[in-house]
């Protein structure tokens, strides 16, 4: 499903990498104004200098913005102009590791920027969101794949699950969904060595009826998805190579 012929302003929270970049480069070839946020200036500068090669028609711009940092973001959000999509893909702080080494401060971090962070920026940017508008939350199979190790990451992600269905009641006819991608090939995994990188992807494909893990383009495709189609909210769509199954 293809966006209306009218260019869209869609503001993309997090997305210099990743699923975020990935979906940035589609929105681009749509010729959409897209804006995205950074957590420092290189990483914004560098993202917007990949998304100009070779796309002639999209219009991009970008700014920083640091999630966990509450009002800032709240303040800098509320400057940003009219917007008639909001896309929120910040990673995690890390959360993972079994149950007995998960520490206060790392649980804070992860909720910080992924649970209290998202909800802050969309409070932030809803005085300026289109009646007809959408938010989509970029979440993760941890909050229902009952992996050893991930109760942080996993209360997180279930949070902001929660936080879609009742949002898209509350802020309606604003639509609220989210994109909930399973292991996925991006830069977040570069710093494995090669050899080990390839065996871990190896070792979760051989689990998912598809065989193999996800790339940046098909969770950046579920979220065009779901914010093109006025008629989806409240959904939470799996993008997991089949993981949800079980």
Known sequence: MSFPQQPQRILLLGATKGIGFALARRLGAENHHVTLTGRSQASVDEALSRLHTGNPVGHFDGFILDLKAHDAARDALGHVGPV???????SSEAAWGPFQTLTAKMLEQALSMKLVGYLNAVQ????????SGSITFIGGT?????????VGIAAVNAGLEGATRSLARELAPRRVNLVSPG???TEFWDSMPADKKAEHFASFAGKLPLRRVGQPEESA????FVIANHYVTGSVIDVDGGWHLG
């Open 221 to 224: 495709e579920a979220i065009a």
């Open 142 to 150: 941890a909050a229902r794949a009952s992996l050893s190790g991930s």
């Open 84 to 90: 008639d999509h909001l896309v929120l893909c910040g």
């Open 183 to 185: 292991m996925t090939s």
């Open 124 to 131: 932030g940017v809803l005085p300026h969101l289109a009646a």
